[in-house]
């Protein structure tokens, strides 16, 4: 049954409703529809310049309509009066193929062939800091190992609650809040769902944050490593594959407690790990967190070769049980649409070619990575990954006109980067 919008506006005294979808580079974008006008706006869409925002457009192209989705539809709790709708994007009567919730509905449709069901959990880390950017927002916060600490955790319970709490009154199953490994940085956890499902709640909640801290007078940055010295923001994905109501991982008897579907799949991921960074690492600054030293804790939590294992957390895939495994590679400025397509795409490929995914290593890879010759390693920068990706017949072939149209953005965003002078680069060459 098609959800009246109207209707749910009404009922609930709602008088606005954003209208939101999300672009290549992961930024929200939206427009305030009054509820009167809301009916119309579900039949037809918003109407939008796509060259304003970043998607592969230019000014003559014709109007892009963002066409709402009822079933991502909540109301703010925060701001009761107002709703939020996720929309896939529409021009000339057809999907935007290159609009990220557009591509991740192709990879789901292409798995539903299959009698395949991705489902998906996110752990998205997050800082609270200042409203100017520069330092985290509790000066008492300075443990050097400051992971779930308690004080820490109660002197932002305020934010933090008021977030769960929000969590909770949508129906999320909202089940545990912490202190993350950095000074400043937290984590909550919702229960894992469909994937369509979990990208809007991505999105959602990714604005819910910032709006709360805003709220509160702070500031909240998914950045991936704000701070040289801490550890930086990851978005671990945990990942099940569902047939008929039934977890497709599970195999009790399978020595790995994996069916060979799931390894096939974590092969499909191993395969295609540099490709997928350019999705999953998107920004320059994501390299700070891979391929970054120790951090003041000790650790950066964060993998920097391509590698799998069982409960061991210094590796990029981790299986801590059979029914599922999670992928650490992502961190907080991923697009919560193109991690789960790209994913799946580079999944179901692991599936049709039944890719091995090499042994499963249960080593400290910090400490113990050199012992393993010929281990793939993750891309240094930006732009090894966006080479890789240029060169993976397997993710250009499954996301189609998304890929050139992503390349070409993310190339002018490291060419801006590489005519950045930097003082660093004052520092030690201007005497050269």
Same mark, same amino acid.
């Given at each position: 049954?098609?959800?009246d919008?109207?209707?749910?506006?009404?009922?609930?005294?709602?008088?606005?409703?954003?209208?939101?979808?999300?672009? %290549?580079?992961?930024?929200?974008?939206?427009?305030?529809?009054?509820?009167?006008s809301?009916?119309?706006?579900?039949?037809?869409? @918003?109407?939008?310049?796509?060259?304003?925002?970043?998607?592969?457009?230019?000014?003559?192209? =014709?109007?892009?309509?963002?066409?709402?989705?009822? #079933?991502?539809?909540h109301?703010?709790?925060?701001?009761?009066?107002?709703?939020?709708?996720?929309?896939?994007?529409?021009?000339?009567?057809?999907?935007?193929?290159?609009?990220?919730?557009?591509?991740?509905?192709?990879?789901?449709?292409?798995?539903?062939?299959?009698?395949?069901?991705?489902?998906?959990?996110?752990?998205?880390?997050?800082?609270?800091? #200042?409203?100017?950017?520069?330092?985290?927002?509790?000066?008492?916060?300075t443990q050097?190992? &400051?992971?779930?600490?308690?004080?820490?955790?109660?002197?932002?319970?305020?934010?933090? /609650?008021?977030?769960?709490? /929000?969590?909770?009154s949508?129906?999320?199953?909202?089940?545990?809040?912490?202190?993350?490994?950095? *000074?400043g940085?937290?984590?909550?956890?919702?229960?894992?769902?469909d994937?369509?499902?979990?990208?809007? !709640?991505?999105?959602?909640?990714?604005?819910?944050?910032?709006?709360?801290?805003?709220?509160?007078?702070?500031?909240?940055?998914?950045?991936?490593?704000?701070?040289? *010295?801490?550890?930086?923001?990851?978005?671990?994905?945990?990942?099940?594959? $569902? !047939?008929?109501?039934?977890?497709?991982f599970?195999?009790?008897?399978?020595?790995?407690?994996?069916?060979?579907?799931?390894?096939?799949?974590?092969?499909?991921?191993?395969?295609?790990?540099?490709?997928?960074?350019?999705?999953?690492?998107?920004?320059?600054?994501?390299?700070?967190?891979i391929?970054?030293?120790?951090?003041?804790?000790?650790a950066?939590?964060? &993998?920097?070769?391509?590698?799998?294992?069982? *409960?061991?957390?210094?590796?990029?895939?981790?299986?801590?049980?059979?029914?599922?495994?999670?992928?650490?590679?992502?961190?907080?400025?991923?697009?919560?649409?193109?991690? &789960?397509?790209a994913?799946?795409?580079?999944?179901?490929?692991?599936?049709?070619?039944?890719?091995? =995914?090499?042994? !499963?290593l249960?080593?400290?890879?910090?400490?113990?990575?050199?012992?393993?010759?010929?281990?793939?390693?993750?891309?240094?920068n930006?732009?090894?990954?966006?080479?890789?990706?240029?060169? /993976? #017949?397997?993710?250009?072939?499954?996301?189609? #006109?998304l890929?050139? @149209?992503? %390349?070409?953005?993310?190339?002018?965003? $490291?060419?801006?980067?590489?005519?950045?002078?930097?003082q $660093?680069?004052?520092?030690?060459?201007?005497?050269?």
């Amino acid at each position: 049954m098609t959800i009246d919008l109207a209707k749910v506006a009404a009922d609930n005294g709602i008088r606005y409703v954003l209208i939101s979808y999300t672009d %290549l580079f992961g930024n929200q974008r939206a427009k305030l529809v009054p509820a009167c006008s809301i009916g119309t706006m579900q039949k037809n869409g @918003a109407g939008f310049a796509g060259f304003a925002t970043w998607l592969d457009m230019s000014p003559a192209d =014709p109007d892009l309509f963002a066409l709402p989705d009822p #079933s991502s539809f909540h109301q703010l709790p925060w701001k009761p009066d107002v709703g939020w709708v996720a929309a896939d994007l529409w021009m000339d009567g057809k999907p935007v193929e290159h609009g990220p919730r557009n591509a991740l509905k192709r990879q789901i449709a292409r798995a539903a062939e299959q009698g395949l069901q991705m489902k998906t959990g996110v752990e998205c880390e997050f800082f609270l800091i #200042s409203p100017d950017g520069t330092t985290i927002g509790d000066a008492a916060d300075t443990q050097v190992k &400051p992971c779930y600490d308690q004080q820490a955790l109660m002197r932002r319970y305020d934010i933090i /609650s008021e977030i769960c709490d /929000s969590m909770l009154s949508v129906g999320w199953h909202a089940y545990q809040n912490d202190h993350e490994d950095a *000074n400043g940085q937290f984590e909550m956890n919702w229960h894992y769902d469909d994937a369509l499902v979990t990208a809007d !709640r991505h999105a959602f909640f990714k604005f819910m944050v910032k709006s709360i801290a805003e709220r509160h007078g702070m500031r909240a940055t998914f950045m991936p490593k704000p701070f040289a *010295n801490l550890t930086g923001n990851g978005c671990h994905m945990h990942v099940s594959m $569902w !047939r008929a109501g039934q977890n497709a991982f599970e195999d009790a008897g399978a020595p790995q407690g994996l069916s060979p579907l799931a390894l096939n799949m974590i092969g499909g991921l191993i395969h295609s790990a540099d490709a997928l960074a350019a999705f999953l690492n998107p920004t320059v600054n994501s390299y700070k967190r891979i391929n970054a030293p120790r951090t003041v804790s000790g650790a950066t939590w964060a &993998p920097n070769s391509v590698t799998w294992t069982g *409960n061991n957390r210094t590796h990029m895939i981790r299986v801590p049980e059979g029914d599922r495994f999670e992928l650490r590679l992502a961190d907080g400025a991923v697009n919560p649409y193109l991690m &789960p397509a790209a994913v799946l795409a580079a999944g179901l490929d692991g599936m049709a070619q039944a890719r091995d =995914p090499g042994p !499963r290593l249960d080593i400290n890879m910090y400490t113990d990575g050199h012992t393993v010759p010929n281990t793939k390693k993750l891309p240094l920068n930006l732009l090894d990954a966006l080479r890789a990706l240029e060169g /993976s #017949s397997v993710l250009r072939e499954a996301l189609g #006109s998304l890929v050139p @149209a992503y %390349l070409k953005l993310k190339h002018v965003e $490291w060419n801006d980067y590489a005519r950045h002078l930097t003082q $660093w680069e004052r520092d030690t060459t201007l005497d050269c």
